[in-house]
DNA sequence: TACTAGATTGACTAATCACTCTACAAAGGT
DNA sequence: ACCTTTGTAGAGTGATTAGTCAATCTAGTA
């Protein structure tokens, strides 16, 4: 692991450990086994490490997401891949799940581009439009519906994060038809 | 407003501006307009201030919640009253939900002992039991109920907050009957 | 009036922190 | 072999900050 990795991966668990405030770049340094200096030479400011920490992990959660798709799936099993697998990866990335969170109620989600945060939803996104255009789902506002299954998909992560691991599935499994249902049911 | 409570509400105002490390107790006194030794004075640390507001505020929107209920409210109905008036209490107190986010994914959360946490959720909690009991919801692990409930009342909240006034109340409605499916409809 | 206890002030301090700077080493191109 | 760029180190610095402290004020009580 390189430099910058290593210096990445420090911060990520010192942030998460003490907060952004309670960890000092020459602890993040000194984690990662790197100088001072080194740490400033990769990220100008403490700022910049902490943009572009969040921006590398929702990248790769991004990626890790679309890799499990294959092009046979249809609409409805790319959105339950896309809610699984985020499961899985939140769980097997507690730390950067919460790096997520921490960064998103804090005044740094402010420094990041708005451009940089739509590419990144852009894809959710479009998957949305495609199950809303094929009538698959209700014909609810996007964003809404993009929000709700955020939001669903935080609070099964909060649940089973707690349970044995063993207990995990049928959870995952149940609250994915608990979404889906709410997505589609007719009244 | 006394000076106790003119710190906190600087330090609300603050904090969510610019997070707990960007504000220095230096400009939370200024902007109370006290001065640096009795902010101290009413708050032993930094940390004591930023617990204290959080359990200050929680407090204050479970009071606000049950004033809501009357006696001849049925367990639908609490529950119904519940769900809505959170709402409209993130609406109209937006800096402290946000910070009551903020607090939750930030290591301070950790500083607050379990017992005054348990203590602030036990009435919901006993609220879904009894829901439970009567048959009225799913049997579903109390937890999980709790969980997904509070998801996606953040999840309409999320959506809300950025509608114009007039076309929030379809939306909220229409966000707890689509909890309360998830919750009741059966197979 | 005199006493007391809490409230309030703001200058002060010891520590910490983000970031700089200089020096040197390694790598790579020509 | 020479030069340029990039990486790395770590001591140093100026600014900032949480928290202290001694002094003053205020209001209640006897």
New binding site residues.
Partial sequence: M???EQILASALKLFVEFGFHG?????IAKEA??????L???F????DLIKELYITIKNDLNQFLFSKITPEDSVEAIIKKVFIYFIYWALDNREKNHYIQQVLFSPHIFQISESVLMEQSQKHIQLIEEAKATKIIKDLPTDLIYTLANSHLMGIYNYVVNLPPDQQKPIIENGFEMLWDMLTEQK
């Fill in positions: 390189d430099k910058k960890t000092p770049t020459s602890k086994g790197v100088s001072n200096g080194t400033f030479h990769y100008a400011t403490k700022e």
